[in-house]
């Protein structure tokens, strides 16, 4: 799967950013505890997790392939989880779908950085 490569490099994004305690979705990475919603019992998983200064960030790869209410969910979630921790929400936008991303940010109220990858 490729999101599975940029997965990989969000990452060591967080690694190379000054990031601690790093749990990924990938292969040879602790995998972050996943988050489950009572009314429907969907589950959702972050795709890298990562502390700095005792605060949890958390970081979503953002893909345009992705189904847009799901991952409106999600971010929804992790972004009042990264608050509520003082941490942040980093979204990982692959080269090309960084407009994406940041459609969805205006699109509703959450708040947190886009990081392009390459």
């Not at 990989?8 to 505890?33: C, L, M, S």
């Not at 589950?43 to 790869?61: A, C, I, L, M, R």
């Not at 847009?68 to 692959?94: D, I, N």
């Not at 779908?97 to 205006?106: G, V, W, Y």
Request: aromatic share 10%.
């Amino acid at each position: 799967m490729i999101k599975q490569i940029y997965v990989v490099q969000a990452a060591d994004w967080a690694r190379v950013h000054g990031f601690a305690d790093i749990k990924a979705n990938a292969e040879g990475y602790p995998t972050p505890i996943a988050y489950g919603r009572q009314q429907d019992g969907e589950s959702f998983t972050p795709d890298v997790t990562g502390k700095q200064f005792n605060h949890t960030s958390y970081f979503e790869v953002v893909l345009k392939t992705s189904e847009r209410e799901h991952l409106l969910s999600k971010l929804k979630l992790l972004h009042q989880l990264a608050t509520l921790q003082g941490g942040q929400l980093y979204l990982m936008a692959p080269k090309g779908h960084a407009p994406f991303a940041k459609s969805i940010l205006l699109s509703s109220r959450i708040s947190a950085e886009v990081i392009p990858l390459q």
